[in-house]
T-cell receptor, first 110, second 113 residues
Framework: RKEVEQDPGPFNVPEGATVAFNCTYSNSASQSFFWYRQDCRKEPKLLMSVYSSGNEDGRFTAQLNRASQYISLLIRDSKLSDSATYLCVVITNSGYALNFGKGTSLLVTP | DAGVIQSPRHEVTEMGQEVTLRCKPISGHDYLFWYRQTMMRGLELLIYFNNNVPIDDSGMPEDRFSAKMPNASFSTLKIQPSEPRDSAVYFC???????????FGPGTRLTVT
């Protein structure tokens, strides 16, 4: 079983819609959590960190549920430019090695 | 400021040949990471360095793969001999001490025929 699991999608949504992705992790000792974004044929880039109390950055909201071992990302008022693959990332030990999910593909259509 | 620089951007080689991928991290970053990305397996960490010292190479698939970091501004990932199953995009990333955000280079797209 992979340490980080995501629904690969694709999620096809119209502009302006709200869409949510979930990600589950297997190691209960996991310490840090992130969402990265990867555009087609580009490198991954940090979208946002995920804090225990939840955090918001504009149209994006990230939540962490330690009891159920999942992380969520909510995107409100979707834009065409939000089309990308969203990678869930977990750090499971005291080092700096990132464990990536395989990503969830989002396509926002006009 | 320049980001992480990787070369070459594309590499096509024949099975059995040696392949060397290069990476220049962001100046001042203490950590350097090598990843491989395929459709089947997603992004996998191969190895990472802290202050030029390899810390975790448990992701290196086999002895055909080796990585070095002779100084703070340069690292190589070598595959010898290459095989078709090594075809993937190889990313290098760096991060500063104490920070979890990693900055990725544009990647090297490797095709082994």
């Amino acid at each position: 079983r992979k340490e980080v699991e995501q629904d690969p999608g694709p999620f096809n949504v119209p502009e302006g819609a709200t869409v949510a992705f979930n990600c589950t992790y297997s190691n209960s000792a996991s310490q840090s959590f992130f969402w990265y974004r990867q555009d087609c044929r580009k490198e991954p880039k940090l979208l946002m960190s995920v804090y225990s109390s939840g955090n918001e950055d504009g149209r994006f909201t990230a939540q962490l549920n330690r009891a159920s071992q999942y992380i969520s990302l909510l995107i409100r008022d979707s834009k065409l430019s939000d089309s990308a693959t969203y990678l869930c990332v977990v750090i499971t030990n005291s080092g700096y090695a990132l464990n990536f999910g395989k990503g969830t593909s989002l396509l926002v259509t006009p | 400021d320049a980001g992480v620089i990787q070369s070459p951007r594309h590499e096509v080689t024949e099975m059995g040949q040696e392949v060397t991928l290069r990476c220049k991290p962001i100046s001042g970053h203490d950590y350097l990471f090598w990843y491989r990305q395929t459709m089947m397996r997603g992004l996998e960490l191969l190895i990472y360095f802290n202050n030029n010292v390899p810390i975790d190479d448990s992701g290196m698939p086999e002895d055909r793969f080796s990585a070095k970091m002779p100084n703070a501004s340069f690292s190589t990932l070598k595959i010898q001999p290459s095989e078709p199953r090594d075809s993937a995009v190889y990313f290098c990333a760096s991060s500063p001490q104490g920070a979890y955000e990693q900055y990725f280079g544009p990647g090297t797209r490797l095709t082994v025929t």
